[in-house]
């Protein structure tokens, strides 16, 4: 196999996320290229109904856009109190999106009075590859825990400040890259991933 046949776009340009994906995927020798080689490329609008779609229509744009096999992912948080809410408006949650700070803070806000029994959330993630034959994968990880009532940790990104998984006393935040990614929902996604990706990296070689 060449060096190319194993080269992914990652359809991304969030350097958080590229960081953490290369971590994950570093043991299978996957190449890993972000959209910023691509500056004509445009952001895909996120106009699913679920993580799945999400993730699909931005793998696709991107892998047709580059010819390569395209990695993406959606992912969010969802509270039990707020019906599964923020979802997939997670990024975008208190308008504008990408602002972590005012999203986190409208969350706890929406949550302040209620009980910690019924402070139940999961951190939700769906990836997915798409080759430039077609073939398609999209797998999902997801990791429950509970939220608190003001941020802790200066790591991760997004909710992490603020989400306890079951099992764990720390946040997201707290923890290492390598104790977050063994737990997180995005490492669990992307480890189920990975071994369809090397299968469609195989068919494209």
Same mark, same amino acid.
């Given at each position: 196999?060449?060096?190319?046949?194993?080269?992914?776009?990652?359809? !991304?340009?969030? +350097? @958080?996320?590229?960081?953490?994906?290369?971590?994950?995927?570093? *043991?299978?020798?996957?190449? $890993?290229?972000?959209?910023?080689?691509?500056?004509?490329?445009?952001?895909?609008? +996120?106009?699913?109904?679920?993580?799945?779609?999400?993730?699909?229509?931005?793998?696709?744009?991107?892998?047709?856009?580059?010819?390569?096999?395209?990695?993406?992912?959606?992912?969010?948080?969802?509270?039990?109190?707020?019906? +599964?809410?923020? /979802?997939?408006?997670?990024?975008?949650?208190?308008?504008? @999106?990408?602002?972590?700070?005012?999203?986190?803070?409208?969350? $706890?806000?929406?949550?302040?009075?209620? *009980?910690?029994?019924?402070?139940?959330?999961?951190?939700?993630?769906?990836?997915?590859?798409?080759?430039? /034959?077609?073939?398609?994968?999209?797998?999902?990880?997801?990791?429950?825990?509970?939220?608190? @009532?003001?941020?802790?940790?200066?790591?991760?990104?997004?909710?992490?400040? =603020?989400?306890?998984?079951?099992?764990?006393?720390? !946040?997201?935040?707290?923890?290492?890259?390598?104790?977050?990614?063994? =737990?997180? @929902?995005?490492?669990?996604?992307?480890?189920?991933?990975?071994?369809? $990706? =090397? +299968?469609?990296?195989?068919?494209?070689?």
């Amino acid at each position: 196999m060449t060096g190319t046949s194993r080269r992914v776009v990652l359809a !991304t340009r969030n +350097e @958080h996320k590229i960081r953490e994906l290369a971590r994950i995927l570093a *043991p299978y020798g996957v190449e $890993l290229a972000s959209l910023d080689e691509w500056k004509d490329v445009p952001d895909v609008a +996120e106009t699913g109904a679920t993580f799945a779609e999400n993730a699909l229509l931005k793998a696709r744009a991107v892998c047709l856009a580059t010819g390569l096999v395209a990695v993406a992912d959606d992912s969010g948080l969802v509270v039990d109190a707020l019906n +599964e809410m923020p /979802g997939v408006l997670s990024a975008r949650w208190a308008g504008q @999106h990408g602002d972590d700070v005012a999203n986190l803070s409208l969350v $706890l806000a929406q949550i302040a009075d209620v *009980p910690e029994s019924r402070r139940t959330a999961a951190f939700v993630c769906a990836a997915a590859a798409v080759a430039p /034959g077609g073939a398609e994968v999209v797998v999902e990880g997801r990791v429950d825990g509970t939220l608190l @009532h003001a941020p802790r940790g200066s790591g991760g990104f997004g909710y992490d400040p =603020i989400f306890v998984p079951a099992g764990a006393t720390q !946040t997201t935040a707290e923890m290492t890259p390598e104790e977050k990614d063994a =737990i997180s @929902h995005r490492g669990k996604a992307f480890r189920a991933l990975a071994p369809r $990706l =090397i +299968e469609l990296l195989g068919a494209v070689e």
